[in-house]
């Protein structure tokens, strides 16, 4: 009896990595190049005053990838083709797991790192990454239950202004993942007023408080070796920091380029077609986008160099168990069996993406690599109206004007949102 959430197909993805290819004379041949990364498939809409800088707002671009200011650091990375992490803002850390199943986690950090905001700096401190751990586990609930809310004024402690501990009720080796790979984003001087603000509150009170964080406007305060220096909702650029600055950033990047470029860096927000539109016109350097072989073609004509990398993923519609009807397996399943996956994947138009029958997240190349004792509950549906009819009849569901209704007589109704502009995500919808 299939169980699952998901219904997914397969799309095998081409990214393609766009380089420009340079037309430099005599006169520019000591202008170093500059990154002009077109971002395709981003785009923010901006109003003033929204709290940008802020990384409880839902719309923030304060996090460690592209697609946000990109000017912002974890404590560490993890590398999942090794399962290992390479510290970057921490220098090292212990676990201690206790009898009774708690953990204690103690992170050490780097000293000499500044937030710098293009013309004053503050020292980086466990405080700083105290001020993003508590907020986050008292008002938002994280790593519940592994850590509770109410135990946050003890679970999470400042050892010194390098140091910070973490108690877990529960331990799991996923908790040092999501430890580590935070983004820290919260300057003490600016977020200290917030933390004082919950401590003061029980738990109930501060969940409700979390809505006032999430609108807290924040000014801007990067941890990186760039810095940003203008964003709006059509580009960002970011920008080499100073050298007495810079120089430190080489204990963690010691292998770095960046001297070799243009010291600011351009990221364009927009669609597959701007992204185009940036490469022909000369303007796009360096990139990654899904293009069609004849846009492709079209690139290779203009001299400019493709690199093709494909990966594999797949996208689906995620359903809500905990509302009738969806809340019964069996309605989940007769969903998985109404679904074109074949249209779907056509509807892209790149001929890259197949369908995918089976109810999870899975890549159907990778079947045969889950233990067996995984793979039996992992079966894979096809599009079969009748199959689905008949499983809808036998739970009392009937169907009426070309509409299917629930025993008790209400039409059976999903509602699906999809991003607009996606046409195998709208056609799946």
Known sequence: MFTGKVYVFLVVAVVMM?????????????QKPQIIFPVAGTSWVIAPGTPIYNPYSPTTIAGCSIVGAMTYLPLAFYNSMTN???PVLA?????????NGSGILTVHLRPGFYWFNGSATIPFTAWDAYARFYIGIKAFGWYRPYMLPQYADEDVRVIDNYTIQFLFQKWTALRLYYVLTTCMSTPWPVWE?????LKAMNTTQAIKFSDNITKFVV??????????????????????????????????????DWYYYDPTYEAIWGSNTVAL????????????????MQQVEVLEQHGIGIYFGPSFFTMGIAVNPHYYPWNIPQVREALCYVIN????????GLAISHPDYYPEPVVPEVIDTYPPDVRQFIIPCSYNWTKASQMLQSLGFYKK??????????QLTLEVLAPSGYTDWMTMA
């Open 84 to 86: 290992s992490y390479l």
């Open 193 to 197: 007023p917030i933390v004082n603000e």
């Open 91 to 99: 220098d090292n850390w212990t676990i201690q797991v206790l009898p």
């Open 341 to 348: 996956r074949t249209e779907t994947a056509e509807a892209w």
């Open 401 to 410: 004007g070309g509409y299917w209704y629930t025993p008790n007589g209400t």
């Open 219 to 256: 000014p801007y305060w990067g941890l990186f070796p760039y810095y940003l220096t203008y964003f709006s909702s059509n580009y960002m650029l970011i920008t080499l920091e100073p050298s007495n600055l810079l120089s430190d950033w080489f204990r963690i990047f010691p292998l770095a």
């Open 277 to 292: 539109e940036s490469y022909l016109a000369g303007k796009g350097t360096w990139g990654s986008a899904g293009f069609s």
């Open 18 to 30: 766009v380089v420009a290819a340079y037309s430099i004379n005599i006169a520019q041949a000591q």
